[in-house]
C-alpha cells in the first residue's frame, strides 16, 4: 500500500499562502472493496518536533491539524491510515510544504522602475535591471520571492531562475498581485553575485483587449520586486531587494507585445549582464516607485510553463513562394529557432491559424500583428524564443531565412498554465475521438494563466461565459481547481458593490459598460459549485460565498417582483448557428427566457450552498427564491402542456437541464419536443454557447439517446463532426468558421481556438462512456455507460480526489462487457443500459449483459 500526500490544489508546494493547507492523500493498493476507517498525521517542524493527529474517513482537504504555518515555515508531514480490515499501513515519505510571505510585514522590496527615459511607448522595448551583491559564507538556503509591474524573467549569475512563462500571469492587478517563490540556493556561490532581471509591459501596461484595446491599464511605469533571502549555515541572513541601487538599461528586446509580438537585436544583448563582475556603470540608477505589499499574494495554481514542443511535419511552398511551416497542431505558444547567418540579418516569424488559398489567414487575427523578428548577431548559429509574447497558431511563415532549413531550425514550443492532466476518453470512432483531442487541445490553449476565450486574436480576455459552460469539462480534463480559485477571487475582486458581475475576468474598461448578462455573470455561483462537485472543495463555496450571494441579489433586484428577468442586455444564446455571422446574439431562442432560467439555477445553487455552509436562514430564503423564479418562469414559458414559447433546442435543453417542468407529463413533452426539433433540423446543431453544453445531456436524461448520438455524429455543418471533417485540430468559435469551399467565415469574429463548444465533451465522458461523480469529489461514483452511434468500444479514466477512476465498455456477439475500476476509499453505483443498478467497492469489476444498438439497424 503506497499513499500520496498533497497539500490543497498545490503541485510544487513552496511559497504558498495558506497558513493552514488543507491535506489531502490517495491511498494505492490492490485490496478489494477497501474503505479507510482512520488516519494519523505527523507534522514535524525544523527542530524535529512533531506534532500528531488522528481522524477517521477524510482523506480529501482534511483540515490542517497543527499550528499555523509563520511566513517562511518549513515543515514535514507525513500521513499513514488504517482499512475497514483494521489493518495499518506503512507511513507515507514525508512530504515538505512551505509558507511563503504571509504578512505585507514582511516584504522589505521596493518596486524597481526603469527611469523614464529608457521607457518606450506602451509594447515598446523591454528593459534590463540588474544589481551585483556578496554571499559571505556557506549558504544553506535561499529564496527568491518576486514579482512585478508588467512581465519579467529574472537571472542570478548568468541563469534563468525558474521556468515560468509570462510571469506573474494576469490577475487584477489593483487588488491581486501575485508573487512566486524559488529555491536559488543551487544558484549562489561564496564571494560576488548578480541578480538581473528582463522587463516588458505585458498585461501590465501594454496593450489589452479588441478594437483598439487600452494600454497603461494598471499604471505607466512598469517596475520588479524582488526580495532575495540569502540563509547562511551559520543561522545569519542577508536581503537583497529591489531599490534605488540597482542599474537599468535597454537590452535587446526592441519591442515587446503580447497581441502584435517581439522584435530582438541579438546584437545588443551584453555578455554577462547577470553575472558578477559586469560593469554597468554607463546604466542609469533605477528608480524605487510606489507598491502596496498588502496587494501580493502566492499562487494558488501552477504558472505557465513550456509544455511541450512540435517539430513541422510540412514545409510549404506559398503560391507567391512563400516558406511556411506546418506544425500539424493548433496551439498557444511561440516559435524557436536556432539560425545561422550574417550579423544585422533579421528574420521575421509570422503566424496564423489556417491557411486559405495557400497563405496564412491573418483577417482572422484582426488588430493582432502576431509577428516576431530576430536579427542575427553573427557567428555561429544562434538559438532564440521569444521572451514577453505569445500567439495562437498552426502555421508560420518564414521571411528572409538565411540558408537550408534542418530538421531542427523550426520548433513550436507549446505554453500553457502547467495543470496536472487527469481525465481521458477514447472510442471506436475516430472522428469523435479526434472531437475530443481538440476539446483537450483547445483547453490547452486557452489556459494561459487565465481561461481566455482565444489564444491568437486582439483579445485573450477570460470571458466569463465561456468558462462557466466549460468548467465541467475542464475539471475532468486537467486539475485546475487552482487555477480557477484564483480567477474567481479576481472575479470577486473585480465584481462591484451592486453585486455585478462584469463579461470577463479581469475586467479592463473597453469604452462598453459592462451590463449583468445571464450565463456570463452567472459564472460567479455555477463555477464555485462545479469546483465544489468535482473536487469535494467546500472551501471555495466559502471563500465565494459573498460574491455568489451579490450576484443573486443583484440579479433579483433587476427582477423585481415578478422574478422575470427580462430587461436589459443579453449575449443570449450566442453563436447560435442561425444568426448571421455580424449579429452573433441574434438567436433562436428569447434571451430572457434563458435569462430567468438562469436565475432560478443560481438562485437554487446559491441555496444549497448556504445549507452546505451551516447557513440556514438564507438556505431558506434563497430555496424560496429559487421556488419562485421557477414559477414565474412556468407562467411566462410553458404552455399547460409543457410546450415552451421558444420552440428552441436551447429552450428545451435548459428547461431539462434545470427540470423546469411542473409535472412529469410537462417534462415529457419538453423531452419528445426537442427531440422532435433535432430531427426537424435533420440532426444538425441548432444550439450555440448556452445550449451546446446542455443539449445531448438533456435527450438522455428522457431516454432519446439515440437521437442524441445522431446529433453528436452529425458531420454536416452545423455539428460538432463538421470542423473534423474540414481538418480541425482545436475547438472552433464558429460552427461554420471554415466555409466548406475552405474560405474563412466572413464575419470579424472567428477564431479557430475557442474551447466553449467543446463543453460536449463532458457528455462523452460522464453519458458515453459512463463514469461521473455520485458525489462531491467523487466520493460515490456513478458508472453508468450508454453505448450507442454505432461505437463498438469507449472509455473514460478520470484521475479523482481519490486516485484514478475508469469505466471501459465493448460489445460484440449481441453482448456489452463493462469494466470498472474503482479507486480506494470510495465506492461505485454500477447502472448497465439494462438491469437494476448495482453497488460496488473498491477494486476490479466486469459485467456483461445483452445489448443491441439501435444505431446498427440503421446501418444494416
Known amino acids: 500500500m503506497t499513499i500520496d500526500l498533497r497539500f490543497e490544489h498545490h503541485r510544487e508546494p513552496i511559497g504558498i499562502g495558506e497558513p493552514r493547507p488543507r491535506l489531502s492523500w490517495t491511498v494505492r493498493n490492490d485490496r478489494p472493496g477497501w474503505l479507510q476507517h482512520g488516519y494519523d498525521v505527523e507534522i514535524r517542524d525544523a527542530e524535529g518536533k512533531v506534532v500528531s493527529a488522528t481522524g477517521r474517513s477524510e482523506s480529501v482537504l482534511v483540515p490542517w491539524p497543527g499550528d499555523d504555518l509563520s511566513s517562511r515555515e518549513r515543515r514535514d508531514v507525513r500521513v499513514r491510515v488504517r482499512g475497514q480490515d483494521g489493518r495499518t499501513s506503512e507511513w507515507s515519505e514525508w512530504n515538505s510544504v512551505e509558507a511563503g510571505l504571509l504578512d505585507a510585514e514582511q516584504w522589505q522590496a521596493g518596486a524597481a522602475a526603469p527611469p523614464t527615459e529608457l521607457v518606450g511607448a506602451p509594447d515598446g522595448p523591454a528593459t534590463m535591471l540588474r544589481r551585483g551583491f556578496a554571499v559571505r559564507g556557506p549558504v544553506e538556503r535561499a529564496r527568491l520571492y518576486v514579482t512585478g509591474h508588467g512581465l519579467y524573467e529574472v537571472e542570478i549569475n548568468g541563469h534563468v531562475v525558474g521556468d515560468d512563462v509570462l510571469a506573474p500571469g ?63 549555515a551559520d543561522g545569519s541572513t542577508d536581503v537583497v531587494t529591489t531599490d534605488g541601487s540597482w542599474r ?11 497581441y502584435d509580438g517581439e522584435k530582438h537585436d541579438a546584437r545588443l544583448m551584453p555578455a554577462g549582464w547577470s553575472s558578477a563582475g559586469f560593469d554597468d556603470s554607463s546604466w542609469l540608477p533605477a528608480d524605487v516607485v510606489d507598491h502596496d505589499p498588502g496587494l501580493l499574494v502566492a499562487p494558488t495554481g501552477p504558472p505557465v510553463r513550456r509544455v511541450e514542443t512540435l517539430r513541422p511535419v510540412e514545409v510549404i511552398q506559398g503560391p507567391g513562394g512563400e516558406t511556411i511551416l506546418d506544425f500539424g497542431q493548433n496551439i498557444s505558444g511561440r516559435l524557436r529557432i536556432r539560425v545561422e547567418g550574417p550579423a544585422g540579418h533579421t528574420v521575421t516569424l509570422r503566424h496564423a491559424e489556417v491557411l486559405e488559398n495557400g497563405v496564412l489567414s491573418r483577417r482572422p487575427l484582426r488588430n493582432a500583428a502576431a509577428q516576431d523578428e530576430y536579427t542575427l548577431a553573427g557567428g555561429a548559429a544562434e538559438e532564440w524564443e521569444p521572451r514577453f509574447t505569445m500567439h495562437g497558431f498552426r502555421y508560420a511563415e518564414l521571411i528572409d531565412w538565411p540558408g537550408e532549413l534542418g530538421p531542427d531550425s523550426v520548433q ?80 470577486a475582486a473585480d465584481q462591484d458593490e451592486s453585486g455585478m458581475v462584469p ?111 451551516g447557513r440556514s436562514g438564507d438556505a431558506e430564503k434563497y430555496g424560496e427564491l429559487a421556488a419562485q423564479v421557477r414559477a414565474a418562469f412556468r407562467r411566462e414559458y410553458v404552455s399547460p402542456s409543457g410546450r415552451l414559447v421558444s420552440d428552441s433546442q436551447t429552450a428545451y435543453a435548459l428547461a431539462l437541464h434545470l427540470d423546469l417542468a411542473e409535472t412529469p407529463e410537462q417534462r415529457a413533452r419538453q423531452g419528445r419536443r426537442l427531440a422532435e426539433l433535432v430531427e426537424a433540423d435533420d440532426y444538425r446543431i441548432a444550439t450555440g454557447f448556452v445550449g451546446t453544453p446542455l443539449v445531448c445531456a438533456a435527450l438522455a436524461s428522457v431516454g432519446e439517446y439515440d437521437t442524441a448520438y445522431r446529433l453528436l455524429t452529425q458531420r454536416e455543418c452545423p455539428s460538432w463532426l463538421y470542423p473534423v471533417t474540414m481538418g480541425a485540430t482545436t475547438i472552433w468559435e464558429r460552427w461554420d468558421s471554415l466555409l466548406p469551399d475552405g474560405s474563412v467565415n466572413p464575419g470579424e469574429m472567428t477564431s479557430f481556438n475557442h474551447y466553449a463548444l467543446g463543453a460536449v465533451a463532458d457528455f462523452l465522458h460522464g453519458t458515453l462512456a459512463g463514469l461521473a461523480p455520485a458525489a462531491p469529489g467523487y466520493r460515490r461514483i456513478r458508472v453508468a455507460p450508454r453505448p450507442g452511434a454505432g461505437l463498438t468500444h469507449a472509455s473514460a479514466e478520470h484521475d479523482t480526489p481519490y486516485g484514478p477512476a475508469a469505466v471501459a465498455w465493448s460489445r460484440s456477439g449481441g453482448n456489452l462487457t463493462v469494466t470498472v475500476s474503482v479507486p480506494p476509499g470510495t465506492t461505485a453505483e454500477v447502472s448497465l443500459p439494462s438491469g437494476e443498478p448495482v453497488e460496488v467497492g473498491a477494486g476490479m469489476h466486469t459485467f456483461t449483459a445483452p445489448y443491441r444498438d439501435p444505431a446498427d439497424d440503421s446501418v444494416a
Not at 537599468?248 to 503580447?258: E, M, Q, T, V
Not at 487541445?441 to 470571458?463: A, H, K, Y
Not at 463579461?503 to 462545479?530: C, E, R
Request: net charge negative; with cysteine; aromatic share 12%.
Open 170 to 232: 494576469w490577475s487584477t492587478y489593483d487588488h491581486r498581485l501575485r508573487y512566486r517563490t524559488h529555491d536559488v540556493t543551487a544558484l549562489l556561490s561564496e564571494g560576488d553575485n548578480a541578480i538581473g532581471a528582463m522587463l516588458a509591459d505585458g498585461w501590465y501596461r501594454g496593450r489589452v483587449g479588441f478594437r483598439d484595446g487600452r494600454v497603461e491599464t494598471y499604471g505607466s511605469r512598469t517596475a520588479l520586486i524582488a526580495q532575495l533571502e540569502v540563509g547562511y
Open 412 to 491: 513550436a514550443v507549446v505554453c500553457h498554465t502547467d495543470m496536472r492532466r487527469t481525465g481521458w476518453f477514447t472510442c471506436s470512432d475516430p472522428q469523435l475521438q479526434r472531437l475530443h483531442d481538440n476539446v483537450v487541445w483547445s483547453m490547452r490553449g486557452n489556459f494561459v494563466d487565465l481561461p481566455t476565450d482565444c489564444p491568437q486574436r486582439d483579445e485573450r480576455l477570460g470571458w466569463t461565459g465561456d468558462i462557466q459552460v466549460f468548467a465541467p469539462t475542464a475539471s475532468f480534463l486537467y486539475d485546475c481547481a487552482g487555477t480557477l480559485g484564483s480567477w474567481l477571487a479576481d472575479l
Open 503 to 613: 463579461y470577463y475576468i479581469p475586467w479592463v474598461d473597453l469604452g462598453f459598460p459592462a451590463n449583468p448578462a445571464a450565463a456570463w455573470g452567472d459564472a460567479a455561483v455555477i463555477v464555485p459549485w462545479v469546483l465544489y462537485e468535482r473536487y469535494g472543495d467546500l472551501g471555495v463555496l466559502e471563500a465565494q460565498y459573498d460574491s455568489m450571494k451579490g450576484w443573486v441579489d443583484h440579479i433579483a433586484g433587476i427582477a423585481g417582483d415578478d422574478h422575470l428577468w427580462d430587461e436589459g442586455f443579453q449575449f443570449g444564446d450566442w453563436l447560435d448557428p442561425a444568426a448571421p455571422p455580424d449579429r452573433p446574439s441574434k438567436a433562436r431562442t428569447d434571451a430572457y427566457l434563458i435569462a430567468t432560467a438562469y436565475h432560478a439555477w443560481t438562485a437554487q445553487v446559491l441555496a444549497d450552498t448556504a445549507r452546505l455552509l
Open 248 to 258: 537599468c538599461a535597454r537590452g535587446p528586446i526592441l519591442a515587446a507585445s503580447l
